[in-house]
Nanobody
Framework: QVQLVESGGGLVQAGGSLRLSCAAS????????MGWFRQAPGKEREFVAT????????DYADFVAGRFTISRDNAKNTLYLQMNSLKPEDTAVYLC??????????????????WGQGTQVTVSS
């Protein structure tokens, strides 16, 4: 079993930056692909970014457009999401997830086995 806890969310003005962290416990993350999703009120959970087990391969949603960077530190069992040039439409709960299965694209929630509770990101205009 893997427990994931996100942190780093908050209120920021448009154009600002935040760095989200996702700390894992219960099992080492170094064997798993990881991802970030977000969910705004009344909307479906939306893919943001994913990273492979070693950190050598990343994939982003089109709306990220070079503004976000996903990374991981396997020694610290921690996943990160650096978010720059934030926009009001980025407002959502951001959740990290861990995928126990191999060979998937990791762009949909059903590809992931473990989820954190999320951290709120609010971007004011």
């Amino acid at each position: 079993q893997v427990q994931l806890v996100e942190s780093g969310g908050g209120l920021v003005q448009a154009g600002g930056s935040l760095r989200l962290s996702c700390a894992a416990s219960g099992r080492t993350l170094s064997n798993y692909a990881m991802g970030w999703f977000r969910q705004a009120p009344g909307k479906e959970r939306e893919f943001v970014a994913t990273i492979n087990w070693s950190g050598s391969i990343t994939d982003y949603a089109d709306f990220v457009a070079g503004r976000f960077t996903i990374s991981r530190d396997n020694a610290k069992n921690t996943l990160y999401l650096q978010m720059n040039s934030l926009k009001p439409e980025d407002t959502a709960v951001y959740l990290c997830a861990c995928a126990a299965r191999l060979g998937l694209k990791y762009r949909v929630p059903s590809d992931y086995n473990y989820w954190g509770q999320g951290t709120q990101v609010t971007v004011s205009s």
